[in-house]
């Protein structure tokens, strides 16, 4: 029998990567999401790829009632939860939002959870609860290593979400699978997968493949005097496909285990700047891509670097795609728009 999960979704295509990797992997997907920043013709580039539409409702996480009917409706195994709100320098603007969205309703999720007695869950949690203060000789910060010095409300939300999936851990039998990481970057390598999201892009990939096939004009580098080999700002991108390893490799080893709440760096372990980034695409494009040093961007959390080496240790997992792979593989996708 098939294990089931639910995948809550709000902020683009990458919870089409998710599905394909688990329905390959043997799991049936059910996928909810309130299509505000993705499309419902994604379901038919993933047919493209299984031969077969997964379970979809175009449901809100806030719509209590619809909620409670697909749970009622399947009996889940598992919940991958990504339905949040997710720029850091937006959140700045809008803190009540943010905490609405991605408190309040998760908040109602682990309610059904529990109510349906669903109580494992893979939380894709994120590395800016680190910040450049817990560095340990350089070798990266150590799963340990969080911080409640929070410089941002995004950050502060994951912060907290944290904080409770580790109280329902200890008291309400939840397991808990936290999976930290930076950067998503990702567009399958089949061409039919891709980040794309709607509007003007809050990340630096979607926007710098957006100057490049022409559909934006320029590149706007928020800071351009940071203690970094060029002054812009660096960061650790992982590829999607090495990402969702990362999350099969942590459910194969937790499910069937005790309740515990553990938590994972998922990490390539290589920092990249902002100008080396729009360098790279350059050489894969062969686009010239215009761009201009701005001021910093409010909430741009500070560099910080991880220790991957417990998600290598304990889950057999490492990063294996090149910067230069997941570039090519979005080109195939914004070249041929
Ligand atoms: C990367 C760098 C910008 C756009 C990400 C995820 C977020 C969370 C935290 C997991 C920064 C610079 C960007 C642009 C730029 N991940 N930049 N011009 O802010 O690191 O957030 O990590 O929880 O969900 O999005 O990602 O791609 O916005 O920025 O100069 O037009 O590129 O200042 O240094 P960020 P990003």
New binding site residues.
């Given amino acids: 029998m098939k294990k089931t999960i639910l995948i809550t979704w709000w ?1 683009g295509y990458i919870w089409s990567h998710w599905v394909v990797a688990f329905e390959q992997a043997w799991y049936k997907t059910v996928i909810i999401d309130n299509l505000s920043n993705s499309s419902i013709s994604t379901l038919d580039w993933i047919e493209k790829i299984l031969w077969y539409k997964p379970d979809f409702f175009e449901v809100d996480l806030r719509d209590i009632e619809s909620m409670d009917t697909i749970f009622n409706k399947y009996n889940f195994d598992w919940v991958v939860h990504f339905a949040w709100l ?4 937006e959140s700045c603007d809008k803190p009540l939002e943010y905490f609405d969205n991605n408190i309040v309703w998760s908040l109602k999720l682990f309610e059904l959870m529990n109510k349906y007695d669903v109580k494992n869950i893979i939380f ?5 609860v680190y910040d450049s203060t817990n560095f340990v000789n350089w070798k990266g910060v150590l799963e340990n290593g969080i911080t409640w010095n929070t410089t941002n409300p ?2 502060t939300t ?1 912060y907290l979400l944290e904080q409770i999936l580790m109280d329902l851990s200890k008291f309400s039998w939840f397991k808990v699978m936290n999976l ?5 970057i990702w567009a399958h390598n089949s061409g039919y997968l891709w980040e794309d999201p709607f509007g003007i ?8 493949m957006k100057v490049a096939n022409g559909e934006l004009k320029q ?5 351009s005097d940071y203690d970094t080999i060029d002054g ?4 650790d991108y992982i590829d999607v496909v090495d990402l969702i390893d990362g999350h099969l490799k942590a459910y194969e080893k937790i499910s069937g285990t005790e309740w515990f709440f553990k938590v994972y760096n998922l990490w390539v372990g290589k920092w990249v700047s ?1 100008l080396e ?1 729009l360098k790279e695409s350059e050489q894969v494009t062969w686009k010239n891509i215009d761009y201009k040093l ?1 001021d ?2 409010p ?3 500070a560099q910080v670097f991880c220790d991957p080496s417990k998600a290598l240790n304990e889950l057999w997992w490492n990063s294996e795609t090149s910067l230069e792979n997941s570039l090519m593989n979005s080109w195939k996708f914004y070249s041929s728009k």
């Fill in positions: 902020t997710k720029a850091v320098g894709s949690s994120s590395a800016t995004y950050w994951k930290r990481y930076f950067n998503p892009p809050n990340n630096l990939l979607p926007y710098i590149l706007q580098i928020f800071g812009t700002w660096v960061r902002v980034m701005v910093r961007r909430g741009d959390v």
